[in-house]
């Protein structure tokens, strides 16, 4: 069984830099982050290979977040700079069992996070 715990959510003004981490407890391959704002469904944000070399990213963030993997800490970061209103979300993390690139679906992941809440003030 893997447990994922994230940090590092807050407020932050239109234009600032937030840095979201998540801590796995087990072996994991493939992670990635997902958010969900009020009344929208959950959506894929970024993903990581389980090596840490092959990086993928929505079309809405790509070039503002950049996710990356500390592979002998078993952890994972998502770096988010020029925030957006419209990245206001819960964000989650979690992990695959499969060592395949392009995970983008929410069914793809076996394991989640609580979620950390994402606020970006206009």
């Known amino acids: 069984q893997v447990q994922l715990v994230e940090s590092g959510g807050g407020l932050v003004q239109a234009g600032g830099s937030l840095r979201l981490s998540c801590a796995a407890s087990?072996?994991?391959?493939?992670m990635g982050w997902f958010r969900q704002a009020p009344g929208k469904e959950r959506e894929f944000v970024a993903g990581v290979t389980w090596s840490g070399d092959i990086t993928y990213y929505a079309d809405s963030v790509k070039g503002r977040f950049t996710i990356s993997k500390d592979y002998a800490k078993n952890t994972v970061s998502l770096q988010m700079n020029s925030l957006k209103p419209d990245d206001t979300a819960l964000y989650y993390c979690a992990a695959s069992l499969s060592t395949r690139t392009s995970l983008t679906r929410e069914y793809e992941y076996s394991y989640w996070g609580q979620g950390t809440q994402v606020t970006v003030s206009s």
């Open positions: 087990g072996r994991t391959f493939s």
